[in-house]
């Protein structure tokens, strides 16, 4: 199982799998091995409690891309060979292999992206949930079939990899995201090469040692690292057929307009602006506090959070009540099993956040509770706290409203029937997903009937689908026709190819001049 050397420490100093004691520099994967990078260009990766540096991540060069594109390539020649069964018994070996070492990803995790260990682990399980799923891949690549379209002639398809796939991942899940990705195509016969976020490579790299070690065969899988640049082979390199990328729409953009014109299949799922309408039958208890936790888990770094939240009838009344369970939650390092609210990302993260809290306030948004002064022990003083903040009297002017914070603040609106809650949540351009809490099945069908988003909760604040289904965001959260997992994952990573064949053919009229019609009447 995982190697001693990748297993990280619990302490909150701690560096974790790849960091050693002093900053040392993340290698790459390439071909089974963590190679040291020849680039002189690095950038630092920061503990965001504390920010200080734990290690660097190099922009690998341009001939190390190349090499792992290459390496990918070759491995395909043999890898797509493999039986399915014998994919899928390598899916089963990672699913133990991560869930042995849950833990260890989770330190990982919190280390570099800040969230609470239970947060991380939350980051892990999901990811493993689409391992799990992975070991069943051979039903969703099963074609169809039809016989005896004429005397002796059938027509069938089948499912087939497409080649060298890539995934650039983002900061906000470094488990659970890549696992969307690479595991789903190598499992349906495609080879990988990864560039995960910049800024917290560690999971992902600990993940590749675990994929080793549960028998991916070198060439498999490998790691890239960098920025732009990296990004920008990636949608170049011709050898790279598809190309799957979680992150902002500035990114995924551009990166599905310039895979696209190089020929590649792109999925990209983008920002988000998520909305809940509460009812007045809702359990008020229930709902205050669910719609808490979606709006500032994750320090609101969660592309399903909830920042949008509106409020029919007389429950703006319960604007109050959420103000005070923010109030309640704890900020502080993700370590701190009393932690609620971990620290953002990175400082540019929590002024931009800070800023837009301002321009909200300036353009009339009533702060229900500040958190922005967030108590924290003086250790992290130097860390990107922005605790809890509630903002009511927003409008769909109000930059709080316009732009994706991706922050822990939740934008209040009012309203006065369903109907308008369901017409200011179309109007807004994003649909990557919204909830409703009510008591009523009718109101609850009326709302998940017109609702214009890809991923509806029914007094669920987070619907994010489990991996039978696929992650369905619509609108401009996405780029692209295809979903991340379940079928739809499966249809992206391969392609289909139809044969017709006739063995009926001695004696056989087998086609002239004319276009066969192939049973048609003459």
């Not at 420490?9 to 290698?27: D, F, K, Q």
């Not at 992975?134 to 039809?146: I, K, P, R, S, V």
């Not at 990988?192 to 999971?203: C, H, L, N, R, T």
Request: overall charge negative.
């Amino acid at each position: 199982m995982l190697s001693h050397t990748l297993r990280a420490t619990r302490t909150r100093g701690a560096m974790s799998c790849l960091h050693a004691r002093s900053v040392t520099t993340i290698p790459n994967f390439i071909n089974g091995k963590f190679v040291e990078s020849a680039s002189t260009k690095t950038i630092d990766v920061t503990n965001p409690a504390t920010n200080e540096v734990i290690s660097r991540v190099p922009e690998s060069t341009q001939h190390e891309m190349e090499e792992a594109v290459g390496v990918a390539h070759d491995a395909f020649q043999s890898w797509k060979e493999v039986p399915v069964q014998q994919r899928q018994r390598v899916m089963f070996e990672l699913q133990a292999n991560i869930r042995e070492n849950t833990e260890h990803l989770a330190e990982s995790i919190t280390l570099e992206q800040g969230k609470t260990l239970p947060d991380a682990r939350g980051d892990v399980f999901r990811g493993l949930e689409i391992v799990e799923a992975a070991c069943g891949q051979g039903h969703l690549m099963m074609g169809e079939t039809q016989e005896n379209l004429s005397k002796g002639l059938d027509t069938y398809s089948y499912r087939q990899p497409l080649g060298v796939t890539a995934g650039i991942c983002p900061f906000n899940f470094p488990a659970m995201i890549p696992l969307w990705m690479f595991p789903v195509a190598t499992s349906t016969g495609n080879t990988s090469v990864m560039k995960p976020s910049e800024k917290d490579p560690g999971a992902m790299m600990i993940l590749a040692k675990m994929a080793q070690e549960s028998g991916l065969p070198d060439g498999v899988l490998n790691i890239i690292h960098g920025a732009a640049d990296s990004v920008n082979f990636i949608c170049d390199a011709p050898q790279i057929k598809a190309i799957s990328f979680v992150g902002g729409n500035a990114a995924g953009e551009h990166i599905h307009a310039r895979g696209s014109a190089n020929g590649k299949r792109v999925q990209a799922n983008l920002g988000a602006k998520n909305h809940a309408t509460i009812l007045p039958d809702a359990d008020r208890s229930a709902t205050v506090k669910a719609i808490a936790g979606a709006a500032f888990g994750a320090a609101g770094q969660r592309c399903m959070a909830l920042s949008a939240c509106i409020f029919v009838g007389e429950t703006k009344e319960w604007i109050k009540d959420i103000a005070k369970e923010a109030a309640k939650l704890k900020v502080g390092s993700g370590f701190d099993a009393s932690t609620d609210v971990g620290p953002m990302i990175t400082p540019e993260a929590k002024q931009r956040c800070l800023d837009l809290i301002e321009d909200a306030v300036r353009c009339g948004a009533v702060l229900e509770h500040d958190g922005r002064k967030a108590d924290v022990p003086a250790e992290f003083a130097g860390g990107n706290f922005v605790g809890p903040v509630v903002l009511s009297g927003v409008d769909t002017k109000n930059p709080a409203y316009v732009n994706e914070i991706f922050g822990p603040v939740l934008s209040c609106m009012t309203v006065d029937t369903l109907e308008e809650a369901i017409k200011l949540t179309n109007a807004n351009p994003f649909g990557n997903g919204c909830a409703i809490f009510t008591a009523s099945g009718a109101s609850a069908r009326k709302y998940q009937h017109e609702i214009d988003c890809g991923q509806v909760g029914i007094n669920v604040p987070v619907p994010v689908p489990l991996p039978f289904f696929s992650f369905t965001g619509s609108r401009a959260s996405i780029r692209g026709d295809v979903h991340f997992y379940g079928k739809q994952g499966a249809q992206f990573y391969t392609q289909i190819k139809t044969i017709t064949s006739n063995w009926q053919y001695k004696g056989a009229e087998l086609g002239g001049m004319v276009m066969p019609t192939m049973g048609g009447t003459k």
